[in-house]
């Protein structure tokens, strides 16, 4: 599993979200992200269909690349490791 977090520097959500997402890779290394900035990473963000109203939005693939849920907004360090838990071995 791996997952792809979308967001941009104007936006507070993401703000937010960055130092929860540090402690999380700290605290997890085996755990795979990436960073999608909106406004540097247009055509890529475009055709995932995701709109600014929607940052900071984090997208959750299995292994083999399947989309697996997304979630938006303001989310609390215990619900995405709940969401990473439950999902890990996809």
């Given at each position: ?14 703000i937010?979200?960055?130092p ?12 795979e ?13 475009k ?6 109203e929607?940052l ?26 709940q ?5 890990k071995?996809?």
């Amino acid at each position: 599993m791996y997952v792809l977090k979308i967001g941009a520097a104007w936006c507070m959500g993401c703000i937010v979200m960055r130092p929860r997402w540090e402690k999380i890779e700290d605290a997890l290394p085996w755990l795979e992200t990436r960073y999608l900035d909106y406004d540097d990473d247009q055509d890529e963000i475009k055709s995932l269909g995701i709109a600014t109203e929607n940052l900071p939005t984090f997208i959750f693939y299995s292994k083999q690349g399947e989309e697996l849920e997304r979630k938006t907004g303001e989310i609390s360090k215990d619900e995405l490791l709940q969401t990473i838990e439950r999902l890990k071995n996809s």
